[in-house]
């Protein structure tokens, strides 16, 4: 037979001392062999192998980039196929095309006078209506010196009064003077009066004549007294007014600058309101185009929101010296060459019958009729958008 697998027999070595290793439960001298003797070690457990094992590879998504490739195929097909839908057809002779934005004439309104903000009847985006309160100011210190504007009227008016009742009564005056004088000079021609009586009598209507010059010069001095005191009233009442802060044009309120409570100095904003009466785009064109183009010229504006809704417009300006493109507008190429700026702007009245305010901001092209015998493209034909 063969050993046993599991014990093994190890010659214990003649040099390894027999009291260094005990044994649990026996003494050291019975717990180690003999020297030359056999051991019997214990065997070690066949503990079960650890072998690392690489995961397997993913699943190759064959499928997903063709799926990338189709899509992007498609979303440049599909941009192409709008350009070509909504493109600008060539323009013929005798128009001329350049590039810009909507923009509407913006308006600040401002305070005339110092003053706190009381209220605001307004804010950012509202549609407002021509001389429509926006916002009112506080007036207290106004309306005081408008009540004592209207004191002091009273006052200028009880004068003239015054001033009135007393000339009436130098007139009387003279009057009475007047008379004397002339019983007295009767009686001197009948040698009933003296000389002296007569001069009397001459110097009190002198004196009294006098007086009504007087009283007519103070009588007009409180009349001017008067009209200075109105004056007064009427200008504390249109101060007053100005503090009642009104949209000069109809348009919309684009921008907020104050709140209630807010204490501005004489000239401070309130609101920035786009008129939408001024309603323009500033194009610019190069010298061939730009020389050909005249003031009242007929115009286009086509928007890139609206691609097929030309809006009819007209050549309002056209500058007199060239300037280089701003960097808003075109490529920095276009940018090196001096070009002129020609602004559009459409029909007030048409913008007129519109029900919603238009968009400032808005990119678009403006095409402009450069020849007057040239016929519009059925393209350009005339369209609002609502």
Do not use: C
């Amino acid at each position: 037979m063969g050993p046993d697998p599991k014990l093994e027999l190890r010659a214990t070595p003649a040099s390894l001392p027999t009291t260094s290793l005990p044994v649990a439960g026996l003494p050291v001298a019975e717990a180690l062999p003999a020297a030359g003797a056999l051991a019997v070690i214990p065997p070690t457990p066949n503990l079960p192998a650890v072998i690392d094992t690489p995961d397997p590879p993913p699943q190759q998504r064959r499928w997903l980039k063709p799926l990338i490739a189709l899509a992007a195929l498609l979303l440049v097909a599909g941009g192409t196929g709008y350009w070509w839908l909504n493109r600008l057809p060539g323009l013929p002779p005798g128009f001329a095309s350049g590039n810009g934005r909507l923009e509407a004439d913006e308006i600040d309104i401002d305070t005339k006078f110092a003053g706190k903000i009381a209220t605001l009847e307004v804010d950012e985006g509202s549609v407002v209506e021509a001389s429509q309160t926006v916002a009112l100011m506080d007036s207290q210190d106004l309306e005081a010196t408008l009540a004592k504007s209207q004191a002091l009227v009273l006052q200028a008016r009880q004068t003239v009064r015054s001033s009135l009742a007393t000339l009436a009564q130098q007139q009387t005056e003279v009057v009475f003077a007047r008379k004397e004088l002339d019983r007295a000079s009767a009686l001197l021609q009948t040698g009933f009066e003296t000389r002296e009586m007569v001069d009397q009598r001459q110097q009190t209507l002198s004196g009294a004549v006098d007086a009504v010059r007087s009283d007519v010069a103070q009588t007009a001095a409180a009349a001017r007294a008067l009209d200075a005191a109105a004056q007064d009233v009427a200008l504390d009442r249109v101060d007053i007014a100005y503090d009642t802060l009104v949209a000069p044009r109809a348009g919309t309120i684009e921008y907020r600058i104050a709140n209630i409570g807010e204490v501005l100095p004489a000239g401070g904003k309130v609101f920035t309101m786009l008129d939408r009466t001024y309603v323009y785009m500033d194009v610019y064109l190069p010298t061939a185009s730009a020389g050909r183009t005249r003031i009242g010229s007929e115009a286009r504006i086509l928007l890139d929101a609206y691609p097929g809704h030309p809006i009819p417009a007209s050549v309002s300006f056209v500058a007199a010296q060239a300037q280089f493109t701003p960097k808003t507008v075109e490529t920095r190429t276009e940018r090196d060459s001096l070009m002129f700026r020609v602004r559009v702007r459409i029909d007030p009245a048409r913008l007129a019958l519109r029900t919603t305010p238009v968009k400032s901001g808005l990119p678009g092209e403006a095409i402009i009729r450069t020849d007057s015998n040239a016929a519009w493209p059925a393209t350009l034909q005339v369209s609002m958008p609502k």
